[in-house]
Every structure is written in structure tokens, then in C-alpha cells.
């Protein structure tokens, strides 16, 4: 079984910065993708950024060049670097781990952490 803990969210005035933290524990031999989703108000949730077992990266249009995407293998974590917020990335923040398994890798999901960004 594995759990993701998720942390990090918060209010922070426009502008501001805020790290996302996410980590993963339990049964894991290793973990292939990992991303951060987020879901605004009345809106689907969409993809943010993604980085991949080798450090491959992706972002969404709207972050690039403000957040970034990163790592830690060892602490089974992945992290959500925020810079320069603006009041529409106000929204529920989830991360997705794809665990590896012998025959079908398992995708889960973090509980969510709201960030909050005022004008």
C-alpha cells in the first residue's frame, strides 16, 4: 500500500512564492512519472507540470517560466516550486504518482492542498 502526503498550500498575495511538497511512502520499488494537477473553482482539473524518472520536464503554458518541477528519488517526493503567483492560479493543488508494478503500474493520487492567491 502506498500513501502520498501532500503539503505546502496556503494564501500568499500575488507575487508571492509558495513550494509544494508531495511524498510518497510504503510498498515502492520505484516510481516512474510524477506531475501536479490543479482544479480551480468550477473548473477540471488540469495538468500543471510533470517530470519523468530520467528529469524530463513539461508545464503548462500559463507556468512556464514561474514554476518548476523537481525531484527526489530518494525521499520518494516531488516538489511544486511557485514564483511569481497570480490570483488565477488560485485552485486545489493535487500530485499523481505513477508507482511501477510487475504487471500494470499504479497511478495515485495526493489529497489535495489549496493555494490561495489574493490581488
Known amino acids: 500500500q502506498v500513501q502520498l502526503v501532500e503539503s505546502g498550500g496556503g494564501l500568499v498575495q500575488a507575487g508571492g512564492s509558495l513550494r509544494l511538497s508531495c511524498a510518497a511512502s510504503g510498498s515502492i520499488f520505484s516510481i516512474n512519472a510524477m506531475a501536479w494537477y490543479r482544479q480551480a473553482p468550477g473548473k477540471q482539473r488540469e495538468l500543471v507540470a510533470a517530470?519523468?524518472?530520467?528529469?524530463?520536464?513539461i508545464y503548462q503554458d500559463s507556468v512556464k517560466g514561474r514554476f518548476t518541477i523537481s525531484r527526489d528519488n530518494a525521499k520518494n517526493t516531488v516538489y511544486l516550486q511557485m514564483n511569481s503567483l497570480k490570483p488565477e492560479d488560485t485552485a486545489v493543488f493535487y500530485c499523481k504518482v505513477v508507482v511501477r508494478r510487475p504487471v500494470r503500474d499504479q497511478e495515485l493520487w495526493g489529497q489535495g492542498t489549496l493555494v490561495t492567491v489574493s490581488s
Open positions: 517530470i519523468t524518472s530520467g528529469g524530463s520536464t
